[in-house]
């Protein structure tokens, strides 16, 4: 017989940590109107993995991180109309708060440019992110407006909908 041994509470991993990473400098310079280089550079120096204002930030995958941000610059203009048009028509991209756009923001670059990842663990971990920062209707847009773009960006989805887990 054998005994079954409880599983460890699964951390963030480092693209994990990247991820949140990446969706919090996106943020950064949305409203705070800073640079990509400098964000970046802020991040790399004084963020990932260290310890700032009392609050450790995991170790990341720092160039996850540069990929996934420099790549959102790069291809905004293609992304928020994606977007967008995934939206329904009474909730543009610009009434979405800050936060929300850098999580779509994020999540539509993966799955638009790192066809390496499965839209799965992509769509999965920016539902996670959007339960750290929300609680209410959030985490289900998350999940349905990254579902949409993967259907018009590689012509596949998930398949299902992910339930919320209060």
Do not use: C
């Not at 996670?128 to 590689?154: G, H, M, Q, W």
């Amino acid at each position: 017989m054998s005994e079954e041994t409880p599983r460890p509470i699964r951390q963030a991993n480092k693209r994990g940590a990247a991820r949140l990473a990446a969706v919090q400098a996106l943020y950064q310079m949305d409203v705070g109107g800073t640079g990509l280089v400098e964000t970046v550079a802020e991040y790399e120096s004084f963020r990932l993995g260290r310890e700032l204002d009392g609050d450790t930030y995991r170790e990341a995958d720092a160039a996850w991180f540069r990929d996934i941000v420099s790549g959102v610059v790069r291809a905004q203009k293609s992304i928020d109309p994606l977007i967008h048009s995934s939206l329904t028509a009474d909730w543009p991209l610009s009434r979405l708060d800050a936060t929300l756009r850098a999580i779509l923001r994020a999540g539509s670059y993966e799955v638009i440019e790192r066809k390496d990842v499965p839209v799965a663990v992509i769509v999965t971990e920016y539902v996670d992110i959007a339960k750290a920062f929300y609680s209410e209707d959030e985490p289900r847009l998350v999940n349905a407006v990254l579902d949409r773009v993967s259907r018009r960006a590689r012509g596949e989805g998930r398949g299902r909908e992910i339930e919320t887990r209060d």
